[in-house]
């Protein structure tokens, strides 16, 4: 039941733009001013399942329920900001706050739920990870991430990847087009290989892009300009917290080439893992990051620990905040990569 601590942030975020004024920008201060003092007091928690828990969860279908309940809690928080933005006569600081929380909501609820549902084999499941992508313009994630990120991950082919002293913000720019363009890519490939049209019902691409287009004119017709407005940078805001996070997953690791010319095979050396129970619980285990990779078909609540993985000094939140501030992110982080792994 932990793992409903996992709604907090769409429960503070709503209440705060409901109750407007500061609280607008309530879940931008919950989220990134008092998760990271939390993680500072609250325990690291390095204990893995035995194979009789790990049996169990995976038999508990509540871990799956609690995924679902994001989709009515995402468009049930887009629809309310977008209505109270569109009926009610706000200030301009409000307004800001109030697209900065729904963004925090749709990255937090959204995209990374969409992550954990995208790797499901189920149909269902899957296509409620497509949905959950939806209002934060990132449909394409669905196909990048499984197809080409898992694949090329630690090396210069993916650019989900940061370098070795690359910035946040140049990172954004390498990752928001690179895998936009390298998903069409894929797709492209995908189409060939299944001898597909480009109309064919299969082309995740195309289907993707005229959803995303219905969808925003679905939101000008109810909304107005301004609801659109709002509903577009609250999903810049969205994919831009997703991609804060690639950024501390994998920030500076490499897999070495070999000889054969290949890539050594992805362990779990090569993603940044935190133990940080509060980024852990919110973030439904992504911060367990490592497994993750290692095994990317492990469900969220059985994810390990495992001693080789390179650790983060702070949780996941507090990690994305220090990664704003690029000099002090090098001067915590550089030194804590294995030297033949620095890309």
Known sequence: MKYLLSFIIPIVGVLGIYYGGIFSYAALL???????????????????????????????????????????????????????????????????????????????????????????????ERILGKILLIPSHYTHFFIEHNHGHHLDVSTPKDPSTAKYNQNLYAFWFQTVFGTYIKAWQIQKKLNQSENRSFFSLKNDMFWFTLIQISYLIILFYFFGSVGLIVALLAGIVGFLLLESINYIEHYGLKRNLLPSGRYERVSEKHSWNSNHVLGRIVLYELTRHSDHHFKSQKKYQILEYHDVSPQMPFGYPTSIVISFFPPLWFAIMNKRIPLEMKS
């Open 30 to 124: 919950f989220a990134f001013v008092l998760f990271p003092i939390l993680e500072l007091l609250l325990p690291i928690d390095k204990e893995n399942y035995t194979e009789s828990e790990v049996k169990n969860r995976l038999k508990n279908k509540l871990f799956d329920v609690l995924l679902y309940l994001n989709v009515p809690i995402v468009y049930g928080s887009l629809v309310f900001t977008l209505y109270k933005i569109s009926h009610v006569n706000l200030t301009l600081f409000e307004i800001i706050g109030m697209t900065i929380s729904l963004g925090i909501i749709l990255g937090s609820n959204g995209i990374n739920v969409a992550h954990e549902l995208g790797h499901r084999e189920k149909l269902f």
